[in-house]
């Protein structure tokens, strides 16, 4: 497996901020592999994902992805770099409240210069969700919502997916389907870094589990590696989680 | 379709309203800037094409009838003109027809052919015997004569009767409204309708190419230094005439003008108000768009294409609607100056400003949605909408010192809580407020001018006399009437005044004619034999200033004036001159006067004394009550301003309204945490936001309104060649200072009321489980 994202020493201190949300994080991902960041609230994980998707800039340190610097892009640039390399699912789906799930998806591929409405559609009818096609998202379930939002990050066979808390706003049932639809697209060869607080939806779905504390990598498990099981992560985590408190 | 558009599109579908806000102020601005661009590049050239047609006189020039007419037919090649007319014989006559009396210029000539001023005969036909004549169509149509009509010679003593056999064009004087007029006859019918004070010669002069005013100056001077001194007795210029026709074109190109700049303003602060408060409710949405890979260029695109595309539309409506809308306008120009009316318009300005109106949207548009796009999308994804404003704070402290009820309070507070957004919304209440203080003003200094140049109030009754009545025997008539208070007795004489081209035209009085009502500008009203006084226009061109003395002729005598006040006319362009009638005594004693401005008794019947005097001699007397109605050009000019002053009051309108859905909209999770806590008059907090706002706006709008009054003022003045009196300035009173911004807060609270509605209807679970 080749390497996709290389963060090094990457700091980040927010306007105002004494510590920083990442404090000298150095990492890499392999491209096909589904890579889970675990840490509490606070603790820099999403400041971390923003840095991979080129949302946000690093006050030091440097990210590459698929081999791009992006310290050396500009906003347009960046623009470019997302909407041809990233696929973004939110906690809170962030869905165009104007457009319809059809057109939400095509968004990404519109702005490419693609005509995808074949693709659109398949992607909708492979998530289950074909029939919402024309529906606006003030019509549709948080699920529904969701699966939108993931189809639409893929619309443009992206070389990495991310995920940030894509279960968060979802009830239990809908977070699991929405779990294992990012297992499968896993299965199926794509990269995905997904943001969590959830130890078990973690290790039951990803290969790899970062833990991230004060902006900080405080565990890295390879969970099929011989010397690392889930439990482990869990373990780990719940010591994390007695330190932060009830 | 790309993505800006989809994304633009769906975000017009739901924001409606705003976009009928933009679509309507956007046509209003262009539906008038039309009209006036192309009123203005249109108006020359009917002119122009007629003028070539009908082969008009640069100069005319009328001559003593003692000038020998042989002389006369040298004068061409004396000031190098290319070609002439006449010398034909004219007189001023006065006929009766019906009870009314008009004085025309009978002109003698064969056919309306010639080298120079060819008339058009727009119906009938040239006279063929001594007893037909042709009248203007012009004058025909104004005072509703007919071909067949027969009138009634009543300038000479025999009185014969003419008819009426053609109605004609001359491109060679203005219309009847705002001219004194020419008719024609046989050169063998003149002489038995002449008198020997009333006869004179007209020559017509045309050059290779439009002289200049200074150039037709130098062919006049030249004129009267070649011949006997006192030959030139008149003049008259295409410059002037050109004037004539086209001043009620030029002010309401001005008026026009002025409106589209102000609602264009009001449209650039309109759609900045509205895309910023777009922006800032947009945060996150902008955060989305930046996720999925729009670039800040195509966020900003996404922004200013919904502003964008309505303007297009009102744009695409607007242009074609004011083109049309000069259509008439253009029209009665055509049918004053006989030309077939075709629809004159020019694609190539049309389209230059609709791109120009388009552009200026799109710059409006663009650069308050460049804040969209340069937000850092982390930023705008995690804060749902922009930081609240912290404007309004000291006004809720004042507020809430001042014990006023919360609601109150907190929609002060909020009218002012974006300072860009209120200051926006200021200019358009302030371009609304102040172009009704425009719209109410100026019809009352017109109508003031207009009451100074028909004595309206200060004179009931005029008498015009033939000469073949004595003066002595109408004043005899007049003294004798019991309802008689005053009379002011008129007459005229032309007199050449250094540095000014044509001929003056003189009104001499007998009497106290300080009591017509005319105005002073500056300066006083002459008071005794030698003092004139007179328009800015001749002040102008003969570079005096009041306190000056300066010699005149007269009947080819010296007469020392001086000039002792600036008063207000609008006869010539404000080249007249106003004296005692013994000034003139000095040089021409036998001048008389022949109209008569007749002051009655307070509760006299006008109509009984009109009756009576006019029986004492019905063919030499025209006496007839004052018309103090407003000419036309005017009454159109009223009803333009009353329209565009509806207009932008409605663009103002929306401009409130269309903030105040900003703010409510913004303030919704405040007014759903308010509702939760207990509170119940929202609509109270959203209608003193409003009322603040517009109470401010209007406050500006007075001294601005009062300062677009005054200049306008100036501007219409200056183009009749005058300067505006003091009094049409001070055409408000102070109560209604107060009155007109107060309706200004009325309207925006009636505004206020479906944003108000909207915030009272609030469901406190939704907004706040939405949140």
Known sequence: ?246 | MGAVIVKALADLRRRRLQATVIFLTVLLAMAAGTTAVTLMSQTRDPYQIAFDKQRGAHLQVAFNATTDPQVLGNTPALIGASASGGPYPASNIQFRFGDRKFYVDAVGRENPRGAVEVLSITSGRWPMANDEIVLTRSFSELNKISLGDRIKVTSVAQTPTLTVVGEAVDIDEGSADLSSQRAWMLPAALPALSSPDSSFYLMDYRFPSDPTSAQLQASLDRLKTSLPPGSVSGALNYLLIRSIFNITNQILTGVLLAFSVFALAATIAIVATLVTGIVISAYREIGIMRAVGFTPYQVVEVFALQIVIPALAACLVGVPAGTLASQPLLANSSHALGLAYTPTFSIGLDLLFLASGLLIVAVAATVPAMRAGLLKPIVAITNASAPRGAGGRLLRQAGTRMRLPRPVVLGIGDAFARPLRAILTLVTVLLGVATVVVAVGLPRSFALINNSETGAGNYQVMVTRSSAYPDSELMRVLNAQPETARVVAIGGQNVIVPAVGDPVTTRLFRGDSSRLGYMVVAGRWYSAPGEVVAPAGLIHDAHLKIGDSFTGTANGQPLQLRLVGETYDINNLGHSLFMDIATMASVTPAVEPFLYDVTLRSGSDVSAYVRRVAAAEPDLLDVRASDTSIIAPVKIIDLVLLVLAGALALIGIGGVFNTLLLNTRERIRDTATLKALGMSPRQVMVATSAALLALVGGLVAMPVGLFLHHLLNDVISSSAGNDTPPGAYAVFNPYELVTIPLLGVGVAIAAALIPGRWAARTNVVEVLHAE
């Open chain 1, 1 to 246: 497996m080749s390497e996709l994202v290389r963060l090094t020493d990457v700091t980040k201190v927010y306007q105002g901020g004494i510590t920083g949300a990442l404090n000298g994080v150095s990492v890499s991902v392999e491209k096909g592999e589904f890579t889970a960041i675990m840490g509490p609230s606070g603790s820099g994980k999403s400041t971390l994902l923003n840095m991979v998707a080129g949302l946000d800039r690093p006050t030091s340190g440097g990210v590459a992805v698929g081999g791009t610097d992006l310290g050396k892009l500009g906003e347009a640039g960046l623009a470019r770099f997302r909407r041809d390399h990233i696929g973004f699912v939110f906690q809170f789906f962030y869905l165009l409240p104007n457009l319809t799930a059809l057109e939400n998806v095509l968004i990404p591929a519109q702005l490419k210069g693609n005509a995808a409405a074949g693709r659109a559609r398949e992607l909708l009818e492979r998530l289950g969700i074909k029939d919402i096609a024309d529906k606006y998202p003030a019509r549709m379930s948080g699920g529904q919502q969701q699966r939108v939002a993931i189809a639409r990050a893929l619309i443009n066979n992206p070389t990495l997916l991310l995920a940030d808390e894509p279960t968060g706003a979802l009830d239990t049932h809908t977070g699991e389907q929405v779990m294992e639809l990012l297992g499968q697209l896993h299965g199926d060869g794509q990269t995905i870094l997904l943001v969590t607080h959830d130890a078990k939806l973690a290790t039951r779905h990803a290969e790899r589990v970062i833990s991230v504390m004060d902006g900080k990598i405080v565990d890295d498990a390879r969970l099929q590696s011989p010397e690392r099981a889930p439990s482990d992560v869990i373990r780990v985590r719940g010591e994390e989680a007695t330190r932060w408190g009830p």
